[in-house]
């Protein structure tokens, strides 16, 4: 009896050895192809270099949605659609702030009004700054030292957490909700210190919501280089600032997400590796989410190229308007239940085209134990934390309907320097941070195709 | 006595974990104050912008002498002094590398000297173009197909190594060897590609030396880009080269190396942290060494600022000479044993100011479990990976008196796209991943201050 358990574990312990090792290998295999002939790296030159940034409702939101169809069909997808959504179109226009000291003249400071914000609708809109540092100063501050003047909020991103995606989640309700919280006592409009990680001039912009309670007024960020000579100037003297802007919300339009897919041996249960193709209306939106787009197509072009025979259907889906509302995640939820589509699991790329360092995951227990089984065959790819718990926006609708959910999860530390900026350039990207990253997507995705 | 074991069991557990919590809490405080208050990234900004590039023997190597020695004092440190180092003056000068064509037109090519590389003594020497991928091409090609001639070794940067340090190594032997080999087979000079991880044209230079049985003849490099270009000429025609420069080694000079230190309270053994404080003499040697020389001061400032009451000294090493001759460390080993110093611990930052990932080791087995032991107080940094088995080229000689040395891990993918390159600047680093590396190895020192 003894002899046969030994044997028994001796075979199992092999079987697992020779598993291990085969996966091992096509690891490799997915390395080497992707770091020496990734396309994710010029079709993001491409992408943000011949389209640029692409806001929902834009010209070049539209030619990004024929952009990646094509790209999906030249990297073998055997069916490319487009699925419809309804997008809200926001625009910004011409805005300007200006600052008067004591010495009475107006200089400009550099700003972008927060996405989603109505503006001046072109007047002069002026007040007096009072500054606060945090919520709780201004809950404390009575409505009659706000009504009539401008709220700066000056709450500074804080660098002490090492996931800055954490700073930024500390930070994000002063961008979501300055505007009505100034409304509610009276202000004027909003001025926000930018939620980014850097000390520069750089304003960031990003989305911000009403409260229905209070009069849409505007909202704006300046950089935090300007939020510290702000608040210099403010210990020695009364301050005003004007603001003149265009931006508003002008409705709803219809338009797409692209979806690619490399359709599976054995079943008709989907795999989804994706990225959303909107990004904020400046700079490039290269690492946010171009990155994440390029990223899991080459996944897709990867499985076709080294001829991985996929059980189940490999699918791509560069999800439309992402930043403003989420139009196309909660579209693609709702078709997927209307087709009664079975999902195995879903991973999307959406914090920057940086080294990836892990996959965050939205799941039950076993599977989350049985990811991090594999933690050794990521270890040399330098993925090594498989601790985070949360996935993709895009993703939550899937995620409501129980589908497995995760997050590819690259080194956080340069993302909030950029993020939402004119600087979200393709030059920030570097090449083999952007393709390892579509390396541990395609590995996974080949482990969950073949385990699950 | 199992109630007496249990007993005992807890109490050490309880011990345990009350030292793991102390420690983490003290891993906390370090990196709160190096991420809030570090000065090492304007530190590093003073270095590369003010004073720049820093061959050992130039000018602004001096300057930067009297920079480290005055960054060291106003960090805290309890005596700053000068290391006398006998270093090597190479010096560039003005150096050209033309091409002609099928269409007889000369035309410059991109390029720079290897570092210690002899020069033309400012005459054209020209010669058709031998192009080898490899050495072991290189070795079945007959003398009289070099003779007269300029070999170009077009050996590629492999892309397949996840760590690109592993690129680098594999491809070095072309840099240092080039001249040599050509000047064997009686070719004129050698031309070699870049060894870097970007496509671009970008040259690297880097140092090289000769082989004495040989004739000294120059070799240079040319940018990635520079060099695929010439390839697909040499597919179809005769290519010929001309090369003028002045470069060459211009004898010794006295110099130094910068240290300061903190003095311990318990006894006279010593704590070494470094970097190299030379650099190449093109960009301004940010990553290579300036991040290490600025981290380095960062552990000691945060130790005085911290008030950790290090019981053995610890001293901040900026090394004289790593580049082309490694003077400085040489000199620093011989000092040590003249002294009669005891070298608890050597650590140096010398792979770029990126996002630590791990620390590397050559130290008993003993030892490097024991901080091993520790990884999960390093997890939530970030910091993972204790595999490597190399330390600091400047720490070699205190290795070889068998002091425990170690190197820190940074991300390595961006560091061979600009490692010894007019690219090497200011802007290509990030405050946080920089600083973050100061925390990491502050973390480390403050462990094996206490418990070694």
């Known amino acids: 009896m003894k002899n046969i358990l030994c044997t028994a574990v001796l075979i199992s312990s092999m079987m697992a050895y020779g598993q291990q090792n085969e996966d091992s290998l096509q690891f490799a295999k997915i390395s080497t192809e992707i770091l020496n002939n990734g396309k994710a790296y010029t079709e993001l030159r491409d992408l943000t270099q011949n389209i640029g940034h692409r806001l929902s409702g834009s010209a070049s939101?539209?030619?990004?949605?024929?952009?990646?169809?094509?790209?999906?069909?030249?990297?073998?997808?055997?069916?490319?659609?487009?699925q419809e959504v309804m997008i809200p179109v926001w625009e910004r226009g011409k805005e300007s702030l200006q600052i008067r000291t004591r010495d009475g003249k107006w200089k400009p400071i550099k700003m972008l009004s927060l996405g989603n914000s109505e503006g001046t609708g072109g007047k002069d809109i002026s007040g007096e700054v009072v500054m606060v540092h945090s919520l709780e100063e201004y809950e404390k501050l009575p409505a009659d030292q706000v009504k009539g003047k401008v709220v700066f909020f000056?709450?500074?991103?804080?660098?002490?957490?090492?996931?800055t995606f954490r700073g930024y989640s500390d930070a994000a309700k002063y961008r979501v909700n300055a505007a009505s919280l100034t409304a509610k006592k009276g202000g004027k409009f909003a001025v926000i210190r930018s939620l980014s990680s850097a000390f520069d001039n750089v304003p960031h912009t990003g989305g911000m919501r009403y409260d229905e309670q209070y009069p849409k007024i505007p909202a704006v960020a300046i950089g935090t280089a300007a939020a510290d000579e702000l608040?210099?100037?403010?210990?020695?003297?009364?301050?005003?600032?004007?603001?003149?802007?265009?931006?508003?919300?002008?409705?709803?339009?219809?338009?797409?997400?692209?979806i690619g897919e490399i359709t599976g041996h054995q079943d008709h249960e989907v795999i989804v590796a994706g990225g959303h193709?909107?990004?904020?209306?400046?700079?490039?939106?290269?690492?946010?989410?171009?990155?994440?787009?390029?990223?899991?197509?080459?996944?897709?072009r990867t499985f076709k190229k080294l001829g991985i025979n996929n059980r189940h259907t490999i699918r791509v889906v560069c999800f439309a308007n992402e930043e403003n509302g989420v139009k196309g995640g909660i579209a693609y939820g709702k078709a997927a239940k209307e087709n009664n589509e079975k999902h195995l699991f879903a991973i999307e790329s959406d914090a920057g085209g940086f080294a990836p360092r892990g996959i965050s995951m939205e799941m039950d227990a076993q599977k989350i134990n049985q990811i991090k089984s594999w933690a050794n065959l990521f270890f040399p790819y330098g993925v090594y934390n498989f601790e985070g718990r949360f996935s993709g926006t895009d993703l939550y609708p899937l995620h409501d309907m129980g589908v497995p959910t995760a997050e590819l999860v690259p080194d956080s530390q340069r993302y909030f320097d950029i993020h939402h900026t004119e600087e979200d350039t393709f030059d920030k990207v570097n090449r083999r941070e952007l393709l390892l990253g579509a390396v541990t997507m395609t590995q996974l995705i080949y482990m969950i195709d073949k385990n699950w």
């Open 61 to 82: 939101y539209e030619k990004a949605v024929q952009w990646a169809a094509k790209e999906l069909r030249e990297a073998g997808a055997d069916k490319v659609w487009l």
């Open 277 to 300: 193709l909107d990004s904020w209306d400046v700079g490039e939106g290269a690492h946010d989410d171009g990155a994440g787009i390029v990223q899991s197509i080459e996944i897709l």
């Open 231 to 258: 608040a210099e100037l403010l210990k020695s003297q009364k301050i005003t600032l004007k603001l003149n802007s265009h931006c508003g919300m002008k409705g709803e339009k219809l338009s797409h997400s692209v």
């Open 154 to 163: 000056n709450y500074p991103f804080s660098q002490s957490f090492v996931e």
